[in-house]
């Protein structure tokens, strides 16, 4: 079965700080694909960075990358020199083949920038 | 606009009313996704569109739930009976098909139901 599991219910940055966000999976398909959603208060659900499971460079959005370490089986996502706005709840997400490339969700990470 | 579009973006009703919620994907898109989610939890997979033909639903999703792509483009998703647990955000997303390279999901901005 596959799951991902975000370890950091919730997090406190100061503004300007990078912050690195957890996420560890598990999964047998060799070929799978991994995400990051941002969802602030309003509750739509924003794309952040996609990364795949054969892709040789960790990918890279503006301020978002995602240090992907396939032996570990993590992907954090990493935010450079966040910003106010940055305040959300940042949930990974995987989909596999054999899940009919349904996407399967962690719990979530708060993330509150302080000023 | 052309992003993932969902309606009515609130929804409040009494136990046992009927509901239908609207979700129109990004016009070239052939994937289209309902997930529902409740507060603090990330959200949980209900069915999915591939065009018209509805190709998976979840085992946890109640008969009293129905969906729906009739010409392939927007979706309808029904509730029949409601009951209180069923209050939550359900979310909308459409996609390409993944055999076509990155599947990225994109998703609508929601509608959140109340059941009293």
């Known amino acids: 079965a596959q799951k991902i599991t975000q370890t950091q219910p919730g997090m406190f940055v100061q503004e300007k700080e990078a912050v690195t966000l957890d996420c560890t999976y598990d999964?047998?398909?060799?070929?799978?694909?991994l995400f990051w959603y941002k969802q602030p208060s309003s509750g739509e659900m924003i794309f952040l960075i996609y990364?795949?499971?054969?892709d040789q460079q960790n990918a890279t959005e503006g301020r978002y990358s995602l240090n992907f370490q396939k032996a570990r089986k993590s992907a954090n996502l990493v935010i450079s020199a966040s910003q106010l706005g940055d305040s959300a709840m940042y949930f990974c997400a995987m989909r596999g083949m054999d899940s009919n490339y349904q996407l399967i969700w962690g719990a979530g990470t708060k993330l509150i920038i302080k000023p | 606009d052309t992003g993932v579009s969902q309606d009515p973006r609130h929804k409040i009703t009494k136990r046992g009313q009927n509901v239908t919620f609207r979700c129109d994907p990004i016009s070239e898109h052939n994937r289209l996704y309902w997930y529902r989610q409740t507060l603090g939890q990330g959200p949980e997979f209900l069915t999915y569109f591939q065009n018209e033909a509805q190709l998976e639903k979840s085992r946890l999703l109640s008969d009293r739930f129905s969906a729906e792509r009739p010409k392939g483009s927007f979706s309808t998703l029904e509730i029949q009976r409601t009951e209180q647990g069923d209050s939550a955000m359900y979310l909308c997303a459409s996609s390409l098909d993944p055999g076509q390279g990155r599947e990225t999901q994109y998703f609508g901005p929601g509608t959140r139901l109340l059941v009293l």
């Open positions: 990364q795949g499971s054969y």
């Open positions: 999964t047998s398909d060799p070929s799978y694909g």
